[in-house]
């Protein structure tokens, strides 16, 4: 089914070699954000947690990309030098959200996944390395929900494995395999999701910014895959039984992403302007 790549983003070094880099940042991340991270230094991760999750079922995953600079062209007041790569928005059990308020984002249970957070999962909307309200509001939503799978039951679980799927989906990889490149030409939806098809064997949900007024083309803002609890890729539709999946649209002021239109053309930005 996925038949992998490898795309032009560059990782980071390797960890042995960033100890004690890691440990500084952790410091600096809790004294910039001790008013908003509860327990920075505690060592309790799990604990009794799971025993507090709601129970809200769920049937499958939604592993969001979104492209940077259509974030930025969204709200760009706080949005400076976007990556010029497909980044994580979310992994998002459906049908679910905020399952446990008594389990807090603690920033140290994930140190050691901080360098390659920054790099495939930013804020792409606040500029400042220390700022990890994008992570939280992402764990507090969404990652409280997915706990109740065993291999994403705890905050380094559920952050690990979204970076996982991350190199193994190799969005970036794939759209430049089929041609498909950032720069001022329009695309074909169908050519886009024709690739994104075959290279994966199965729909993944795209999203696009309308056209304003007085442009004439979309411009592609997110790219949803959807994985079954086994961590599978399927069809991102409704599954057997399945009759309101959560919406992950992305609305920033007045702007929002929607399923693309088919019939409109495509503008895959390669700076945060208008495109008339």
């Known amino acids: 089914m996925l038949q992998g790549g490898s795309g032009d983003a560059v990782g980071p070094p390797p960890p042995e070699s ?24 505690s060592n309790d991760e799990t604990g009794d947690h799971l025993s507090d999750i ?29 990556p010029m790569y497909w980044t994580i928005h979310g992994l998002w059990p459906d049908r679910a959200e905020d399952c446990n308020r008594t389990w807090h984002f603690n920033v140290t249970e994930i140190k050691d996944l901080i360098l390659d957070m920054r790099h495939y999962w930013p804020d792409v ?58 720069g001022s030409s329009y695309y074909k939806m169908t050519d886009i999701k024709e690739a994104l098809t075959t290279f994966y064997g199965v729909t993944p949900k795209i999203q696009c910014l309308p056209p ?22 399927v069809n991102c539709m409704a599954l057997e039984g399945e009759s309101n999946p959560m919406q992950g649209h992305l609305k920033l002021g007045t702007s929002e ?7 409109l053309p495509t503008y895959y930005p390669s700076e945060v302007q208008d495109h008339k």
């Open 257 to 263: 992403l929607s399923v693309c239109n088919d019939t």
């Open 54 to 82: 709601h129970p809200h079922p769920w049937k499958k995953l939604y592993f969001a990309h979104h492209w940077p600079v259509t974030v930025c062209k969204m709200d760009a007041n706080d949005c400076h030098d976007p």
């Open 212 to 233: 304003e007024e007085g442009e004439k083309a979309q411009t592609i803002g997110q790219i949803e895959f959807c994985f079954t609890k086994e961590l599978q890729l």
């Open 125 to 182: 909307l606040h500029s400042s390395l220390n700022r990890t309200q994008f992570w939280k509001h992402e764990w507090d939503k969404h990652g409280t929900c997915a706990a109740t799978l065993e291999v994403l039951n705890s905050q380094k679980k559920y952050f690990g494995k979204a970076l996982e799927l991350y190199h193994l989906v190799d969005l970036n990889g794939c759209l430049l395999k089929a041609g498909i490149k950032p």
């Open 18 to 41: 960033l100890k004690i880099i890691e440990d500084e940042i952790i410091k600096q991340v809790c004294k910039a954000e001790s008013h908003i991270i509860n327990s920075c230094y």
